[in-house]
């Protein structure tokens, strides 16, 4: 009899698991409450974006066992991959995930495994999802097994990577870890290394928590280079000619549901013992008032400005605006007076919280133009509709844009952002002199 899996979340890692199980030959089960996802895929339309993501369904729908559900139904395994958002207060919401396992009771039988995919923080799977099955009366890991299986993918490789990629694979006990670490080995084809639960949640979240600390200190060597007049794009790639130095790339700030949130639920957990965990969240944070800070001595003061924002997605190539940067610094720069015309031509309308407009519409009558996201078609970029601006002047916060044609325009980065300072002060003084003679 063929192993039937029930995946609960049909988001940008549940749907994609879903159908790699499917395609390793299990009969899988999708469930998601959002009853536009499940008509999707009844449709055999995709609801989400990810690079060859549609030849993927279509095979798998064609070829495999799959299906979509509103509920979960009996299953030998089961695997959470709901969100996990953060509170106002910067804690975990997990009321996503215990409901996930909840609705999971009553379709339990001996012998099946549970799999929390979702991020979560330490002690989540001993100290909450482990005594809501021990409630329900089974015996974890004897009865029932249970493990964490963090997902550790890259929007836009995802498929590659859940192949590829080395899988944590974390039991609440031996025997736990061995089942999952089974269901895995269906398609995955790097290690699988079996661990506890609990070392599991904190490896997951302290990948993503190293990555937010580093991008914090190229964030705050960005800073400081624009106030002393140095060219910080260069110090970064000079430095990385060290054998052992690898600084990352400042930018607009974190977003994304993985950098700009798992560190929060390592702080919870030990808010003083998290102090440089804590200051990196503060400086990436504080990134996007910056950004607004630099547009408003690029572009002049509000209200007679119009700032073409180029990308609201969290990174370049996906479609995924979740805790994205860009949707600050669009306030942010509203809340000063500006006027902001958006353009991402990953980002459907139906996605964006605000009115989309075409590159061309973007740019016409704008007096800068800010890159908040690196997608290839920015790169592209035809030059020839910067000359529908006010004032051609770029502020690149991806170092993405190459300028190759005549079209006379002022490109700013975190390399020469310095020389924006010098630009606005000499404009200043101009415009104190024709006052002056007036």
């Known amino acids: 009899m063929q192993t039937k899996i029930c995946v609960l979340g049909l988001g940008y890692i549940g749907f994609p698991t879903a159908l790699m199980f499917a395609k390793a030959g299990f009969d899988v089960i999708g469930v998601d409450v959002n009853e536009k996802v499940?008509?999707?895929?009844?449709?055999?339309?995709?609801?989400?974006?990810?690079?060859?993501?549609?030849?993927f369904f279509q095979?798998?729908?064609s070829?495999?066992?799959?299906?979509?559900?509103?509920?979960?139904?009996?299953?030998?395994?089961?695997?959470v991959a709901v969100p996990t958002p953060i509170n106002e207060d910067h804690t975990a919401n997990l009321s996503y995930v215990v409901s996930a396992v909840d609705t999971l009771l009553?379709?339990?039988?001996?012998?099946?495994?549970?799999?929390?995919?979702?991020?979560?923080?330490?002690?989540?799977?001993?100290?909450?999802?482990?005594?809501?099955?021990q409630n329900a009366g089974w015996q974890v890991g004897e009865d029932i097994y249970l493990a964490h299986c963090p997902e550790r993918v890259l929007p836009g490789k995802i498929l590659r990577e859940l192949v590829e990629n080395n899988r944590i694979v974390g039991g609440y006990n031996a025997a736990s870890a061995d089942k999952a670490a089974a269901l895995y080995e269906s398609f995955v084809k790097g290690e699988i290394v079996r661990t506890t639960a609990v070392s599991a949640e904190m490896i997951k979240l302290m990948e993503n928590t190293y990555r937010d600390v580093n991008i914090a200190l190229a964030n705050e060597l960005a800073i400081i280079s624009s106030n002393l007049g140095i060219d910080a794009l260069e110090v970064i790639r000079y430095a990385n000619k060290h054998p052992r130095v690898n600084l990352h790339s400042p930018g607009p700030g974190v977003g994304g549901h993985c950098i700009a949130v798992d560190p929060y639920f390592i702080i919870e957990k030990a808010p003083f013992l998290t102090p440089l965990m804590t200051t990196a969240r503060e400086i990436n944070n504080a990134m996007p008032e910056f950004v607004a800070e630099q547009v408003e001595r690029i572009a002049g003061r509000a209200p007679d400005r119009t700032i073409a924002v180029f990308g609201v997605t969290y990174k370049g190539n996906v479609d995924d605006i979740r805790e994205s940067p860009a949707l600050e610094v669009i306030s942010l720069l509203e809340m000063r007076g500006f006027r902001v015309k958006v353009h991402d031509p990953h980002v459907s309308q139906e996605n964006a919280p605000f009115p989309l407009y075409s590159p061309a519409d973007a740019l016409q009558g704008s007096d800068c133009m800010l890159v908040l996201a690196d997608h290839n078609e920015f790169k592209d970029l035809n030059e020839q509709?910067?000359?529908?601006?006010?004032?051609?002047?770029?502020?690149?916060?991806k170092n993405c844009i190459r300028l190759k044609s005549a079209v006379p325009a002022a490109l700013y980065n975190y390399g020469n952002l310095h020389e924006a300072h010098t630009a606005e002060s000499a404009e200043h003084t101009k415009q104190e002199i024709a006052t002056a003679m007036e």
């Open 385 to 397: 509709l910067l000359t529908r601006m006010n004032r051609a002047v770029i502020f690149d916060t």
């Open 38 to 55: 499940i008509a999707a895929i009844h449709d055999g339309r995709l609801h989400l974006e990810e690079n060859g993501l549609d030849v």
């Open 63 to 79: 070829n495999h066992l799959f299906q979509a559900m509103n509920a979960p139904v009996n299953a030998d395994a089961f695997i």
């Open 59 to 61: 095979d798998v729908r």
């Open 106 to 133: 009553p379709l339990l039988s001996k012998g099946n495994t549970v799999i929390i995919e979702s991020t979560i923080p330490p002690r989540t799977v001993d100290d909450i999802v482990a005594p809501l099955l």
